[in-house]
């Protein structure tokens, strides 16, 4: 049987793949929370909120596949 080297392709294709699950449940939790508040915020809160998170996400997923 062949040793699992730490920086190997299928080890580092593991991690992107549970990084990307665990980013979609947190983005989902967002939309969660947004639609919940939604009735509560005027159009542009609501734009601004929206695009505020969209690139929060977009940070943290270029963030990961630099660490790649």
């Given at each position: 049987?062949?040793?699992?080297?730490?920086?190997s392709?299928?080890?580092?294709?593991?991690?992107?793949?549970?990084?990307?699950?665990?980013?979609?449940?947190?983005?989902?939790?967002?939309?969660?929370?947004?639609?919940?508040?939604?009735?509560?915020?005027?159009?542009?809160?609501?734009?601004?909120w929206?695009?505020?998170?969209?690139?929060?996400?977009?940070?943290?997923?270029?963030?990961?596949?630099?660490?790649?």
């Open positions: 049987m062949l040793a699992f080297e730490p920086y392709l299928s080890w580092l294709l593991a991690l992107l793949l549970f990084d990307l699950r665990f980013m979609y449940c947190r983005r989902r939790r967002v939309v969660l929370v947004l639609l919940c508040s939604r009735d509560r915020m005027s159009h542009s809160e609501w734009a601004s929206r695009s505020s998170s969209l690139s929060l996400l977009e940070d943290e997923l270029s963030t990961m596949l630099m660490g790649l």
